[in-house]
């Protein structure tokens, strides 16, 4: 049975990781069981690698042909995540869900223009920027989201409820 893992969680960056390089291999680099590994895996266990751990795995990640460290891309997008105001509002919400909606349309615009035969390097940096602008945005979706669900600040509010 597959277990679901939280979107934005380390234990889908630990399961990205071993997906790739295997159970044991990242057992290995991290100088950890198999069992410990697989626990840091799980979402309903507690429990995470040590920062020198979290980067023998994404390195482990890395040399073995993945693109990125999914250690460390979760760990910028909780910082991200976090550091918007958790106080945020239904208001504040639907704004950014509107400026994410014009850039990621901007962006799908620029991206289809690229993908045209001789499109000049200027175009696709176009298509670059503006898939780098609609991307900023989702941290804050992100965070005005969260801070939407019960007991984290503005949950009260977003049902509908006076403080």
């Known amino acids: 049975m597959t277990k679901p893992?939280?979107?934005?969680s380390?234990?889908?960056?630990?399961t990205t990781v071993c997906g790739r390089i295997g159970w044991q291999a990242a057992a290995?680099?991290?100088?950890?069981?198999?069992?410990t590994v697989r626990h840091w895996s799980e979402s309903d266990r507690h429990g995470t690698p040590t920062l020198d751990q979290a980067i023998a795995l994404d390195r482990a990640f890395v040399e073995a042909g993945?693109?990125?460290?999914?250690?460390?891309?979760?760990?910028?997008?909780q910082?991200?995540?976090?550091?918007?105001?958790?106080?945020?509002s239904r208001a504040e919400l639907a704004q950014d869900a509107a400026l994410f909606s014009r850039e990621?349309?901007?962006?799908?615009?620029?991206?289809?223009?690229?993908?045209?035969?001789?499109?000049?390097?200027?175009?696709i940096?176009?298509?670059?920027?503006?898939t780098e602008e609609a991307d900023a945005i989702?941290?804050?979706?992100?965070?005005?989201?969260?801070?939407?669900?019960?007991?984290?600040?503005?949950?009260r509010e977003a049902n509908g409820e006076s403080n």
């Open 10 to 14: 380390f234990s889908l960056a630990i």
């Open 104 to 123: 990621a349309g901007d962006a799908v615009g620029r991206i289809i223009q690229a993908l045209t035969p001789g499109a000049s390097p200027a175009l």
């Open 28 to 35: 290995g680099v991290t100088g950890r069981s198999i069992r």
């Open 138 to 155: 989702v941290p804050r979706l992100l965070g005005h989201l969260k801070a939407l669900l019960p007991g984290n600040g503005v949950g």
């Open 125 to 130: 940096q176009a298509a670059i920027l503006e």
């Open 5 to 8: 893992r939280a979107p934005l």
């Open 79 to 88: 910082l991200d995540v976090a550091m918007v105001d958790a106080i945020g």
């Open 66 to 77: 993945g693109d990125h460290g999914p250690i460390l891309a979760c760990y910028g997008l």
